[in-house]
Nanobody, 124 residues
Framework: QVQLVESGGGLVQAGGSLRLSCAASGRTFSSYAMGWFRQAPGKEREFVAAITWSGGSTYYAEPVKGRFTISRDNAKNTVYLQMNSLKPEDTAVYYC?????????????????WGQGTQVTVSS
């Protein structure tokens, strides 16, 4: 069982930055690939970024590529999402998720555990 708690969301102006954190419980964090997803009002949940067990590979959705960076610190059981050059269309609830699988990380169905989400609002 893995419990995930996101933090770091908030209100920011367009062009600004935020760093989201996701703290995981348990002693086997390094055995889980981690992903970030988001859901805007009236829209379906969408993939944002993912990172493999060791952090050796990362994946990004096209709309965030070059602006967002996912990273992890296995010693701290934490995954991060650094978001730069934020746009109003980035406004959403952001969720982190964990999976023991190390493939298919763009698909929400691959993930077994989800956090409660943190709100990110980007004003124009």
């Amino acid at each position: 069982q893995v419990q995930l708690v996101e933090s770091g969301g908030g209100l920011v102006q367009a062009g600004g930055s935020l760093r989201l954190s996701c703290a995981a419980s348990g002693r086997t964090f390094s055995s889980y690939a981690m992903g970030w997803f988001r859901q805007a009002p009236g829209k379906e949940r969408e993939f944002v970024a993912a990172i493999t067990w060791s952090g050796g590979s990362t994946y990004y959705a096209e709309p965030v590529k070059g602006r967002f960076t996912i990273s992890r610190d296995n010693a701290k059981n934490t995954v991060y999402l650094q978001m730069n050059s934020l746009k109003p269309e980035d406004t959403a609830v952001y969720y982190c998720a964990a999976t023991p699988k190390n493939y298919g990380l763009r698909y929400g169905g691959q993930y077994d555990y989800w956090g409660q989400g943190t709100q990110v609002t980007v004003s124009s």
